[in-house]
């Protein structure tokens, strides 16, 4: 039930000084002093956000106060709650409130905060967290007590790895230099190939020009002899037409007329005796002498306009100090260096260049003019033996050369043996009868014997060369070459 309150007349009224009555926030029940009813304030003062909450509570607190004797404001009819006008009650309403806030507050709680099997997770991988760096610094604390001796002892793991980088620095620097060599190669090998062939077109042009002339010739020559035969069967002729066309004429004549005549050209055309017409066999062209077998002949005759050489150098292989000629068949020292790809072919060491083709079989010959040089050495190297640094005291090569003043003979690594040369060498022929094991040097321009070595062969062997002089280059010299019918 509600009780209004009356509002007293200004006679009754008492001239005292008025009191300062507060009112209780219905949300935190905190007293504050409104000038107005609880119509325009209710509330202490909370942000806006939780209006919808305020709803909640005071809905709820509403309910719980519907048997509640409670001042009602004689204007706006709007709950009061100053506690001058309620008595008993005041304590009542507001623990109503407070229970009501709180479960408003454990409610809003639990929605926010973690549960308490969430908390606990989190609280053991907190600690195990803890525990792990605990244990790490521990052990690093034991390892690496100093910081100093820690890194020299990573410095001496580090150097197996920094020893293998340089390794690649230098492996990538070489393949580097060896690609740009590649280039080079192709470039340098490429303009040789056209110089070659502008020849070798120069002189198949030459050679066709000059069949053509001959073609010519021969058909001048042939149709010359039939315009001879051709004029004399013709004068032939001429003679033969006058008379026949005279007889003819006499027979047109009168009986009597031609009958005194007849004697006379009876006796005329007896005494016209022409030859028959010459034959005109052998004045055609000749078409297989220019036709057969004409690339064959063609390239007969250009082959005795070019030189053969039964060995070639391979510039993969020379050392940097030798200097090889455009067609591969000379080579010569040089004090300065060349910049070449450091491959595993080439030697690095001592002056040396191999053959470019190996043999396995069969017999070979080439010679060699060493001129006036005073240091070399020519003979052959098994395709295994060793090409860097000290390749004479290993096994796999034979040879004989000049070198201190002296010639010499040499299989490594036995020691050199001197040689009774009494004349100075100027050419030196080399000869391999590989299925017999048997390598041979000779003089060819005084056709003695220097030396010989026998040796089963078990390898192919290249042509070996080197070179420590300047004097003059060695040459591989050409022989004549026979091209055979089968070979084209």
Not at 82 to 101: C, Q
Not at 346 to 362: I, N, Y
Request: proline residues 4%.
């Amino acid at each position: 039930m509600m009780i209004i309150m009356a509002q007293e007349s200004p006679q009754n009224a008492v001239q005292t000084k008025p009191k300062k009555v507060g009112n209780d926030c219905l949300l935190c029940g905190r007293e504050f002093y409104p000038s107005k009813c609880n119509k325009h304030r209710l509330f202490h003062g909370h942000k806006s956000e939780n209006k919808a909450d305020y709803a909640v509570v005071l809905e709820e607190f509403v309910g719980k106060l519907q048997d509640t004797t409670l001042a009602v404001c004689g204007t706006c009819r709007t709950l009061l709650l100053r506690y001058d006008r309620v008595s008993k009650d005041a304590e009542r309403i507001k623990r109503l409130i407070k229970d009501t806030w709180r479960k408003m507050r454990e409610k809003r709680c639990a929605e926010s905060t973690p549960s308490l099997e969430v908390k606990k997770r989190r609280r053991e991988v907190m600690d195990t967290a803890a525990n792990d760096e605990d244990k790490n610094t521990s052990s690093s604390s034991l390892q690496f007590t100093d910081s100093a001796a820690a890194k020299e002892k990573l410095k001496t793991a580090l150097k197996p790895l920094q020893v293998k980088l340089r390794i690649f620095q230098e492996f990538q620097k070489t393949s580097l230099q060896t690609g740009e060599h590649i280039k080079f190669q192709a470039q340098y090998t490429e303009g040789r190939i056209k110089e070659e062939f502008v020849k070798l077109r120069r002189s198949l042009c030459n050679e066709e020009a000059a069949r053509k002339k001959a073609l010519r010739e021969e058909e001048e020559q042939k149709s010359q002899i039939l315009r001879r035969k051709i004029e004399k069967m013709s004068t032939e002729m001429s003679s033969l037409s006058a008379t026949v066309a005279a007889v003819e004429e006499e027979m047109k004549a009168e009986d009597a007329f031609f009958l005194q005549n007849y004697d006379a050209i009876l006796k005329r055309v007896s005494q016209c005796k022409a030859p028959d017409p010459e034959d005109i066999s052998g004045v055609l062209i000749n078409v297989p002498k220019h036709l057969s077998n004409l690339k064959f002949t063609v390239l007969q005759k250009m082959l005795k306009t070019v030189d053969y050489t039964p060995v070639a150098f391979d510039p993969n292989t020379a050392h940097c100090n030798l200097i090889l000629s455009e067609d591969l068949t000379s080579v010569r020292y040089s004090d300065e260096e060349q910049t070449l790809p450091e491959n595993p072919e080439r030697f690095d060491m001592f002056a040396c260049v191999l053959g470019s083709q190996g043999f396995d079989s069969g017999s070979r010959c080439w010679d060699v003019e060493v001129g006036d040089s005073t240091g070399w050495f020519i003979g052959v190297m098994t395709e295994s033996a060793q090409r860097r640094n000290k390749i004479f005291s290993r096994s796999g090569i034979w040879l004989v050369g000049h070198f201190c003043g002296e010639y010499k003979a040499h299989e490594p690594p036995q020691s050199p043996a001197l040689l009774p040369v009494k004349e100075k060498l100027q050419r030196v022929r080399v000869q391999l009868d590989w299925d017999s094991g048997k390598l041979s040097f000779s003089d060819p321009l005084t056709d003695t014997h220097i030396h010989s070595f026998t040796h089963t062969f078990t390898e192919r062997l290249f042509p070996f060369f080197g070179v420590g002089c300047d004097i003059s280059p060695l040459l591989i010299l050409p022989e004549n070459s026979s091209v055979k019918k089968d070979s084209l």
